[in-house]
């Protein structure tokens, strides 16, 4: 069925270095990739996605790549700050004709950012 | 914050009890979604409603029953839960446009259900 694997589990990162969580997909179909933020007590919060008809896009410090024939795609952050401290989710959606977008999400990415 | 709430935040409940979980979404959407997040694991997703209509039931057992009675509500009906039941219930809403395009889900604030 389809799958989403999300690495790493845990990510500790110093303030000001870059982060990078990756996911891979298995439904080749799969054409919408959003990436959810949930701080602890919070509900996940979508920080950037992407489309299958484009290899990147950026929104200030933070970049989502897809490579659509490896059928994986991550999420890069810059400049990292301790508020960027939380748990990151990837998703992959595919959506045919009379049915609602079905969202698979990864594990989960535990991100601490150590000032 | 507030396009998306739900009620209540937190319900503890016996494995007898019947209780509901209810979710409200201020943004015109015309689909919702009902999701399990247990520790160390994905979120799930549960359920599907598009335009009032149950388009996904994703293996749930029927002691979860779900109920869309519009666009803006629904509901969680839970009846003789098991301790691993226990979670976080996260509804979400989205606005379903068109064949081929998955459009962005708001997740609501979520219920943590305890189940004894």
């Known amino acids: 069925g389809e799958n989403v694997e999300q690495h790493p589990s845990t990510l500790s990162v110093q303030e000001g270095d870059s982060a990078v969580i990756k996911c891979t997909y298995s439904?080749?179909?799969?054409?919408?990739f959003p990436w959810y933020k949930q701080e602890l007590g919070k509900r996940p919060q979508l920080i950037i996605d992407?489309?299958?008809?484009?290899g990147e896009k950026k929104d200030q410090r933070i970049a989502v790549t897809l490579n659509k024939t490896a059928k994986h795609f991550s999420l890069h952050i810059t400049e990292t700050q301790p508020e960027d401290s939380a748990v990151y989710f990837c998703?992959?959606?595919?959506?045919?004709?009379?049915?609602?977008?079905?969202?698979?999400f990864g594990q989960g990415t535990t991100l601490q950012v150590k000032p | 914050e507030t396009g998306v709430t739900q009620t209540p935040r937190h319900l503890v409940m016996g494995m007898t009890n019947k209780k509901s979980l209810k979710c409200e979404q201020h943004?015109?959407?015309?689909?919702m979604y009902w999701y399990k997040q247990s520790a160390k694991k994905p979120l799930e997703l549960m359920f599907v409603?598009?335009?009032?209509?149950?388009?996904e039931n994703n293996s749930v057992p029927s002691r979860f029953s779900p109920e869309c009675p519009n666009s803006s509500h629904l509901f969680l009906h839970l009846h003789t839960l098991q301790p691993e039941d226990s979670a976080l219930y996260l509804c979400?809403?989205?606005?379903?446009?068109?064949?081929?395009?998955?459009?962005?889900?708001?997740f609501g604030p979520g219920t943590r259900l305890t189940v004894l």
């Open positions: 992407i489309r299958s008809n484009v």
């Open positions: 409603y598009n335009f009032k209509e149950q388009t």
């Open positions: 439904d080749s179909a799969s054409n919408y």
């Open positions: 998703a992959a959606s595919r959506r045919g004709s009379g049915n609602t977008g079905k969202l698979i």
């Open positions: 979400a809403s989205s606005q379903d446009r068109s064949a081929g395009y998955t459009d962005t889900q708001y």
């Open positions: 943004l015109g959407h015309n689909a």
